[in-house]
């Protein structure tokens, strides 16, 4: 997974090195929003695939990335329960910009079955973190957003820093919005 979110990031920078992104607001998406874009885009693809990760990705614009719940840049993998086939799209600025398909993750079992069962978003979720996550600088800019299938329920990440500057992340329960204590997260794994 490391290895799909670095190669994200080195996509996100030759892209738009060549493509000359700019930094309008308006390109900025919430993780549902980047959620139904990708998809949109997977059914296309195979009717039968699910999401099984996605996760926001820096870019070049400064600490106030993702202040509000939202970014420019996603980085995601649908999978096909029960087969080995998977993809991985790159999302920049609303737009598909990279695609790989791939049969890495034979085992995929951790999918998330429906987008309508996450009832909380980025957006939302911000502002319950605020007081205990500043914003990353350095690797990590900003805020970050993660969703994935935990063991009985979709677990988002808002990642940041704490009063020390040191990266940190807060766990929460997509469907509920319940903050989740990580010690809980290791025993379940």
């Known amino acids: 997974m490391i290895t799909v979110i670095t190669y994200g990031i ?14 309008d607001e308006h390109f900025e998406i919430s993780l549902l929003d980047a959620y139904k874009i990708g998809l949109s885009k997977a059914n296309h693809w195979d009717p039968k695939a699910k999401l099984y990760l996605i996760s926001s990705v820096d870019s070049d614009f400064g600490p106030e990335q993702g202040i509000d719940g939202k970014r420019r840049y996603w980085n995601m ?7 080995p086939k998977s993809i991985i799209y790159t999302l920049h600025d609303r737009e598909i910009i990279n695609t790989i398909p791939t049969t ?15 009832k909380f978003d980025s957006s939302a979720l911000i502002q319950k973190v605020q007081s205990d996550l500043m914003p990353a600088k350095g690797w990590a800019t900003g805020y970050h957003f993660i969703l994935s299938r935990g063991i009985d329920f979709d677990l988002i990440e808002v990642v940041g820093a704490d009063k020390e500057g040191l990266l940190k992340k807060l766990y929460f329960n997509g469907q509920t919005g319940e903050s989740i204590n990580p010690t809980s997260l290791q025993v379940m794994k």
């Open 104 to 118: 890495d993750m034979t085992s995929i079992n951790e999918v998330i079955d429906s987008i309508d069962a996450i």
């Open 10 to 23: 080195w996509l996100y920078k030759t892209d738009s090195e060549q493509a000359g992104i700019h930094n």
């Open 77 to 83: 993998i649908f999978a096909v329960p029960g087969s």
